[in-house]
């Protein structure tokens, strides 16, 4: 078979730890013998952040608003211990948010569903993707402890002239204050990214805050999110058959619980953290959830939710044998080849990206599988295998589908 070939290339982010090992295999086994694979290579590795003063970081975003797609290894987050570990110059920041922060993107969290793990609410037989806001709100709070006797206002001003608003009269008893904010143009951006991820994947999207009680808060985040589906969104929403939909978030969460998923659950940022958590859990396994960023101008960057699995390449490291699950990393490829492929018309790889990814969950349907969800599997004839040997298991399966 002659090898796909590639119109435009992918950036590729190598990350750290388990996932660069996994990083490699994958490539080796899965994709250079069919593809003829065309990356731009960014060393994403904490040592080479380091060398680079995490330039590295700043131009794999870059490339990625120039070339559209992204596939992203997982990466160390630095702290202390690391710091002497790496003997870094710097406590550098989070790679994602780096990205993140220069994409203006969203990130959506999808789990991979599989026969025999069975989520903890076993009515969710379709993926539930999470959106989650990250900018703003109690992330970006300013709060106070405040004594007996104060008195706590809202004050702003604009030219000069000075609105005020009473908080509260803490005049028979200490207490706490927060103040919160957000951004017109940030939640603006939240609703583009999550209607354009609905379009694409053919879901519908679901939005929820409490607008009930913070008439002016959250009700502007129902209002924005209003406004962009009347006016850019809501023809091509019916063309695509699908809907957008606004409740209450405890509506929303009640309605989550009985229903069958199959649609993205837009979050503002607190709700997010608390609700992606959920989630992830319910349905098994953090090894088994992808997770996308998405910018507002229909960027893609594709990672696996999950870490470096650190405590897997320390045995790796002693020359002990591992049993990491590769199947999120795989799929962050797989999505990424198969963006690239619709955004080229290269419908080759595509097809051979949802080939990859049916032979993947084929084989662990067949049994195979790594030992984290071997623990979880309820298949009877189920079988653990090492690192290596799931890809291995998952390039037979993928030859079977190719012929
Ligand atoms: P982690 O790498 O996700 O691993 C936590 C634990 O979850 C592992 O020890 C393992 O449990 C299990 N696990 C996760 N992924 C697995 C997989 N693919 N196969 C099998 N088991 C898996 O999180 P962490 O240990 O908190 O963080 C390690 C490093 O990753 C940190 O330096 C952190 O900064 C970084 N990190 C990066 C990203 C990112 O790049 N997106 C995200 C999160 C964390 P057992 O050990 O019990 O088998
Ligand atoms: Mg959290």
Redesign the pocket.
């Known amino acids: 078979m002659a090898k796909i070939q590639m119109k435009t290339p992918l950036v590729e982010m190598d ?5 660069r090992i ?1 990083w490699q295999m994958i490539k080796d086994i899965l994709l250079t013998p069919y593809i003829d694979l065309n990356t731009e290579y960014y060393d994403l590795g904490l040592e080479h952040r380091n060398e680079t003063d995490d330039q590295v970081t700043v131009d794999s975003a870059n490339a990625t608003k120039k070339y559209g797609v992204a596939v ?8 202390a211990a ?1 710091m002497d570990e790496y003997d870094l110059k710097e406590m550098w920041k ?3 948010g780096t990205i993140r922060a220069i994409l203006d993107g969203t990130v959506f969290r999808t789990p991979i569903i599989v026969k025999g793990i069975t989520p903890y609410i076993p009515t969710w037989t379709k993926p539930i993707t999470i959106a989650r806001h990250a900018y703003g709100d109690v992330y970006k709070n300013v709060e106070m402890q405040v004594e007996k006797g104060s008195k706590c206002e809202l004050v702003c001003t604009k030219d000069g002239v000075e609105k005020r608003e009473t908080i509260f009269d803490f005049a028979s008893t200490g207490g706490i204050i927060q103040g919160l904010h957000n951004k017109d143009d940030s939640i603006a951006s939240f609703a583009r990214c999550c209607f354009n991820f609905a379009l694409d994947t053919k879901q519908d999207l679901w939005f929820a805050s409490k607008d009930t009680i913070s008439k002016k808060y959250d009700h502007r985040f129902k209002d924005i999110f209003a406004e962009i589906f009347e006016n850019e969104y809501k023809d091509k929403f019916a063309a695509a058959g699908i809907e957008y939909f606004y409740t209450l978030i405890d509506d929303a969460v009640a309605r989550v619980i009985r229903s069958n998923g199959g649609y993205i659950w837009a979050c503002k940022n607190y709700d997010g953290d608390v609700m992606s958590d959920m989630v992830a859990t319910a349905y098994g ?3 088994m959830m992808t ?1 996308v960023l998405v910018s507002p101008d229909g960027v893609y960057e594709y ?10 390449y320390y045995k790796h490291l002693k020359g002990e044998e591992t ?7 795989l799929f962050a490829w797989t999505g990424a080849l198969n963006k690239r492929g619709e955004l080229d018309g290269n419908k080759e790889l595509s097809d051979f990206a949802k080939k990859l990814e049916a032979a993947a969950i084929k084989t662990i349907e067949d049994g195979v599988m ?4 071997y623990a979880l599997s309820t298949l009877e004839n189920k079988k653990k295998v090492n690192t290596e040997a799931f890809l291995k298991e998952v390039k037979v399966r993928l030859d079977m589908m190719l012929k």
């Open positions: 990350g750290d730890e388990m996932t996994i992203k290894c997982a990466t160390i987050t630095p702290n690391r989070s790679p994602n396994s953090l090894a997770s990672e696996a939710a999950h870490g470096t699995v650190q405590r897997h049993s990491t699950n590769s199947v999120a990393t790594t030992g984290d969800l």
